[in-house]
C-alpha cells in the first residue's frame, strides 16, 4: 500500500519549476494555475434516449492552458517565449497527508511534466519596493502526471496518446484507424 493510500490529503508542502533544456530552477512567485482538462463532446439527442446528453470523445480535450506567475521581470521568462524552441517544464512537488491510524503526517512525491509553447505574457507591473508581477501563459500539448512515481495522467496531443492510470485509452482506436 503506497503512503497516498494511507494518508488523508492535506496540501502541497511545496514545489520547485525546472526548464529541462537548461536543468535548472525557475523563479516563480505564488501559485501555479495547471489549468482543466476538459473533454470535447457533443450533444447526443436520439431516439430512445430520454432527453440529451453530453458525450465526450475518449482523448480529445480543448486547449489546455498552465499560468506560472514570477516574481520580477528577467531574462528567464524571454527564454520561454521562443516558439522555435518550446520549453519542457517540470514542476516536482512534496504533497502532505496526515495518517488516519496514529495521526503523523507523512508525505509523497508529484511530478507534472509539461511541453508547449507560450502564447501569452504578461509583463507585469513596475513597483518600487514591490513584486511586479509578470506571468505567462503556455498551451499544453503534452502533459504527464506521476504520483509516487506512477502514471495517473499523460496526455500527448500530436502523438495521439492518453494514458489514464496506466491504461492506453487510445490504443482501440488507433488499431481500428
Known sequence: ?????????????????????????????????????????????VEGVLGEYEAPATGH??????????????????????????????????LQGISKEGYGVDTFDVKIVVRGRVTNASLGKLIKAKKGEPEIEMEVMYIKIMIEGETTVELDKLNFKFVLNGTDMMAKIRSQI
Do not use: C, W
Open 1 to 45: 500500500m503506497t503512503a497516498s493510500n494511507m494518508l488523508v490529503p492535506e496540501l502541497v508542502n511545496h514545489f520547485n519549476i525546472y526548464d529541462d533544456r537548461a536543468k535548472r530552477l525557475i523563479g516563480v512567485s505564488g501559485e501555479v494555475d495547471l489549468g482543466e482538462l476538459k473533454a470535447m463532446s457533443d450533444t447526443v439527442q
Open 61 to 94: 480535450f480543448s486547449s489546455l492552458k498552465i499560468k506560472i506567475p514570477f516574481a520580477i521581470l528577467y531574462g528567464q521568462i524571454f527564454e520561454l517565449l521562443d516558439t522555435t524552441k518550446p520549453p519542457q517544464l517540470t514542476l516536482r512537488g512534496s
